[in-house]
């Protein structure tokens, strides 16, 4: 039989199931990091969220008569969902949030394509805000030398909140934290011995802090960013912008609220600590919810990077990534308005035509 | 952009020429513009180039019969673009004479005589778009041409009709360029080539060093859709045509190779436009070739031609991949603006999903419009925003269906979203 359509009769091959599984390779690596330094109860975490993401999907689609399964973006969500969790939480709250993130975000907006907030994200903030408590209790990883406490929180959280109590006055974050006998593993001390480089940023780097299941490996999240931009999933407008402004921010006035002064920040320790490589490479670029033009992209990732900013510096909870990422997903229709790339042959106002 | 160039097929294959079909079907419409009126009737017996149909307005070309013979029947056609019109059924002459073999000096026509001798032999522009060339030659009063670009591009993946040509009728080639050259008298001439053809342009550059012709050769990267007017004018001389304006407007006047052939053989033989370079090819093709074939012949006498199928194809093309239509019947006919049949095994994915507002159809528009946009206009049937966000600047080129994840139809809802534009 022949077929007749509409040109192109030729297709580039990038098709949505085959995004939506790239993304998940790319994930894979820093959850299985997660799994060796927190242990099996990490995966059960992991599990939890992957199956209540992919079981409330099956069951929504046997209510609005589809199927939606097919195109496995239900498993990244359900995936990212698990690794914004820290490892020893109640079962339940995975559950609620994968859930919630599938039906309320997603399903009640209509579905893919049609939702305006990256679902997981939002699902992360909503139990967030229900169980800010279990949310904030962080595992220690099992690279970090023996101390008596079982758990800890984030040093994002633990800087910030000596830094408000007002007793540290003039005082880097390193130095709050070391202070605060906040250990480091064997094998960031000896990087720090040879290189001079802080045991502190060794460890966050390579994940060796407690965290969420999926964000602490920052090396492991680059990694799979950089596949995602080899595979073309997603371009370096986001991420770049992203990470570039808050960079620069944080180093003019990140000191401040440490009363370090101007030009002070801490750029790497900052940009290493929390969520926000996650972010920048897996939750801020969802396709779904950021814009469609170059431009809109850099001003949306611009946009994440000076709120997280703001949110982590001068408010009051310590993890900022996520509310910044779902503030700049309201203002994309707007971007996506002003943002339009330039129509050819068009000339600026003012400008000649040579 | 950069689809798959499948030229491997047949940029190797040296032009030939079909054998005379059993019967021709030359349709009144095969020129942008106004159908062709007929002037001959059923039992008629015509010469070979003999003029059948006239221009019926002022864009509209005339149509010649490709043979001696008889007109069997004018009745309805189907062309593979899917209009329907007017066409006569010829029958060949068993003998067929030489025509159209003897050289006529034509180095001291006027350039209105010039003009008028195109117009005549019903030449219109093979590059696809089949624009009567001598309304597009003739400058209005006021307006200046400093620039003529012709189209050695050939963009569309498989095709190689225009490669053939340049690399073996390159002093035919450049012979034409100088007469139209002589018509508009610009101050630059330059053939934009892409780099998949380094050897018709190294051809072409010794031919024109040879003969110290006042002509330029522009080797381009390779860019899909660079045949495209505007990105042609772009690429090779840096100016923009703006939203809705023409190459004059910018003063440039864009021929593609194979009309320049086929002024070069109007003028230096007399002969009209009854005959163009095909390229037969695809997956499916036993043996692909680039055939000079009659207009009007069908496309199973090509595909017959050329060895037949290798194997069932899925989808036959005229024209190109990107741009081209499928069509199903095999007793179609070809025009003057056939540039290839494709017969092809379908590699698109038919599974839609939502869209992802990934922005890759955005990345790709060579016009700088936002199709995803577009495309949830014209679903919501939203036609006069989609037209107030520049849908009428769309040149269909493919770029954003090519790209798409999600498989959506972009193309045939930019189409769909025209027509129903234009209607209000």
Excluded at chain 1, 77 to 102: D, K, R
Excluded at chain 2, 127 to 136: I, M, R, S, Y
Excluded at chain 2, 360 to 370: R, T, Y
Aim: hydrophobic share 45%; glycine share 8%.
């Amino acid at each position: 039989m022949r077929t007749v359509s509409t040109s192109p009769h030729l297709h580039s091959g990038a098709d949505t199931q085959r995004i939506m599984l790239y993304v998940v390779y790319a994930l894979l690596p820093s959850c299985a990091w997660g799994v060796f330094v927190f242990g099996l109860r990490a995966a059960l975490v992991l599990a939890v969220s992957l199956a209540a993401a992919v079981l409330t999907e099956y069951l929504l689609d046997l209510v609005s008569k589809e199927s939606t399964l097919w195109d496995c973006s239900a498993i990244v969500t359900g995936l990212l969902v698990g690794m914004n969790m820290p490892p020893a939480i109640s079962l339940y709250i995975p559950a609620i949030a994968s859930v919630f993130a599938i039906a309320v975000v997603k399903w009640t907006f209509g579905g893919l394509g049609a939702n305006w907030a990256n679902p997981a994200m939002a699902g992360r903030v909503f139990v967030f805000f229900s169980f800010t408590s279990q949310m904030s209790t962080f595992s220690l990883p099992r690279t970090i030398k023996a101390v008596e406490v079982a758990s800890q929180a984030s040093p994002l959280s633990l800087v910030k909140t000596v830094a408000s109590s007002g007793q540290s006055v003039g005082l880097t974050s390193m130095q709050i934290l070391a202070q605060q006998g906040v250990a480091t593993s064997s094998f960031a001390d000896r990087v720090q011995a040879a290189t001079g480089i802080r045991a502190y940023n060794v460890d966050a780097f390579f994940g060796n802090i407690p965290g969420c299941i999926g964000e602490v490996s920052k090396l492991l999240l680059i990694l799979g960013g950089i596949y995602l931009l080899m595979k073309k999933v997603i371009t370096w407008h986001i991420p770049v912008s992203f990470i570039g402004s808050f960079a620069v921010l944080t180093w003019v006035f990140g000191g401040l609220p440490l009363g370090l002064g101007f030009f002070h920040g801490e750029v790497l320790a900052s940009i290493l600590r929390g969520g926000l490589i996650l972010g920048a490479f897996f939750m801020a670029t969802d396709m779904v919810t950021s814009p469609v033009t170059h431009k809109g992209m850099l001003v949306f990732g611009c946009g994440c990077g000076a709120f997280t900013f703001l949110f982590r510096t001068f408010g009051s909870l310590p993890e900022a990534t996520s509310v910044a990422i779902l503030l700049m997903n309201i203002v994309t229709p707007t971007i996506d308005r002003f943002m339009k790339p330039r129509l050819f042959g068009e000339v600026k106002k003012g400008g000649a035509q040579g | 952009m950069h689809p798959p160039e499948r030229k491997e097929y047949a940029n190797s294959k040296a032009l030939v020429r079909l054998p005379i079909p059993s019967e021709l079907v030359v349709s009144m419409s095969q020129h942008l513009g106004a159908p062709a009126k007929p002037i001959k009737e059923k039992g008629d017996h015509v010469e070979k180039g003999e003029k059948i149909a006239l221009a019926s307005s002022f864009i509209s070309a005339d149509v010649h019969s490709p043979v001696s013979g008889t007109i069997k029947d004018i009745r309805k056609v189907t062309m593979a673009n899917s209009v329907t019109c007017d066409a006569f059924v010829i029958e060949p002459d068993p003998q067929q004479h030489e025509a159209f073999t003897k050289k006529v000096d034509y180095q001291d026509y006027s350039k209105e005589k010039l003009l008028e001798e195109i117009k005549d032999k019903g030449i219109v522009g093979l590059g696809g778009a089949t624009f009567p060339l001598h309304v597009k030659i003739t400058i209005p009063a006021g307006r200046k041409v400093d620039a003529l670009v012709i189209n050695g591009v050939e963009c569309e993946p498989y095709l190689t009709a225009d490669h053939r040509l340049m690399l073996e009728r390159t002093k035919e080639v450049l012979e034409g360029i100088m007469i139209c050259n002589r018509i508009l008298n610009p101050a630059r001439t330059i053939i934009g080539i892409e780099e998949n053809k380094k050897d018709a342009a190294l051809a072409l550059e010794k031919e024109i060093e040879l003969r110290s012709l006042p002509i330029e050769v522009c080797l381009l990267r390779m860019k899909y859709p660079q045949g495209d007017e505007k990105q042609l004018i772009n690429a090779t001389i840096g100016r923009e045509i703006p939203s809705g304006k023409l190459p004059l407007d910018v003063g440039a006047v864009v021929v593609n190779v194979g009309t320049t052939y086929a002024v070069y053989e109007a003028l230096a033989y007399g002969k009209p436009l009854y005959e163009r370079i095909v390229t037969v090819t695809g997956d499916c093709i036993a043996q692909p070739c680039n055939v000079i074939a009659p207009i009007g012949a069908k496309v199973k006498d090509l595909i017959a031609f050329a060895g037949g199928f290798s194997k069932e194809p899925d989808k036959l093309v005229s024209g190109g991949p990107m741009m081209g239509f499928a069509f199903y019947d095999e007793e179609t006919p070809i025009a003057k603006g056939t540039s290839g049949i494709l017969a092809i095994t379908d590699e698109k994915d038919y599974r839609k999903s939502a869209c992802l507002n990934c922005g890759k159809c955005v990345a790709a528009c060579p016009i700088g419009l936002v199709p995803t946009k577009l495309y949830s206009l014209i679903t919501h049937a939203r036609y006069e925003e989609a037209m107030a966000n520049h849908l009428m600047d769309c040149k269909e080129c493919g770029c954003c269906s090519f790209s798409c994840p999600a498989h959506l139809d972009l193309v045939h809802a930019m189409k769909f979203g025209k027509r129903m534009g234009r209607k209000k």
